[in-house]
């Protein structure tokens, strides 16, 4: 296995992972066999100062290198895409990590491959619906009750006087008019209770 780690001074395995990986100004090839380091080179990273598009023209220098791992803080998602379309694995290690140390774990399988960028895109799962949606009736929203303005009670009508219940009338006749009166006709406008307190005449 070949791994490049981008170095923060120098280069080599008493140095450290650098802080970025683009503008590392050296990176360090190490070839690993069987668990154990064979062979190491230190390669200049020409891409360190141009003003854009490090991190691609870093990407294709160490595919051209042949490198099988790579050692990095952190890798943009664009690098991640160039490196991994390539087969590269990426070994993600904080920066300052001495590269003896993190090139040993990797050796042993105690160093996790990162996979942060970029994912296969996988779209989420569709929303069941099902084709034929039962209708069910919209619920009756609650409405405030108000009860009917209560009316006011009528007053009965009062019953009509009665010839019997005056006091001209005697015998199916009507003293006052002198004429005969069935009893339970209404009276005429003369009407006196039977009961009343006083006489006029």
């Known amino acids: 296995m070949k791994i490049a780690v981008p170095s923060s001074k120098s280069g080599g395995l008493e140095d450290a992972v650098a802080t970025v990986f683009a503008r590392a100004p050296v990176f360090t090839i190490i070839d690993v066999e069987n668990g154990?380091?064979?062979?190491?080179?230190?390669?200049?990273?020409?891409?360190?100062?141009?003003?854009?598009?490090a991190g691609s023209m870093v990407a294709q220098m160490l595919i051209k290198e042949g490198v099988d791992a790579v050692i990095a803080p952190q890798l943009g998602p664009n690098v991640m895409a160039i490196i991994q379309a390539a087969g590269i694995k990426v070994y993600t290690f904080p920066p300052g990590t001495p590269i003896r140390g993190a090139v040993e774990k990797i050796s042993k399988g105690e160093a996790p491959q990162s996979f942060e960028y970029p994912q296969p895109f996988q779209a989420p799962p569709q929303a069941y619906y099902p084709t034929q949606q039962s209708q069910v009736p919209p619920t009756p929203q609650s409405q405030a009750y108000y009860p009917p303005f209560p009316l006011p009670a009528r007053p009965p009508i009062p019953e009509p006087p009665r010839h019997k219940d005056c006091i001209h009338y005697k015998n199916g006749k009507c003293d006052f008019w002198n004429l005969a009166v069935h009893p339970d006709d209404p009276a005429c406008p003369f009407f006196i209770p039977r009961n009343a307190p006083w006489r006029w005449w």
């Open 36 to 53: 154990e380091i064979k062979n190491i080179r230190i390669i200049q990273n020409e891409a360190m100062n141009v003003p854009s598009g």
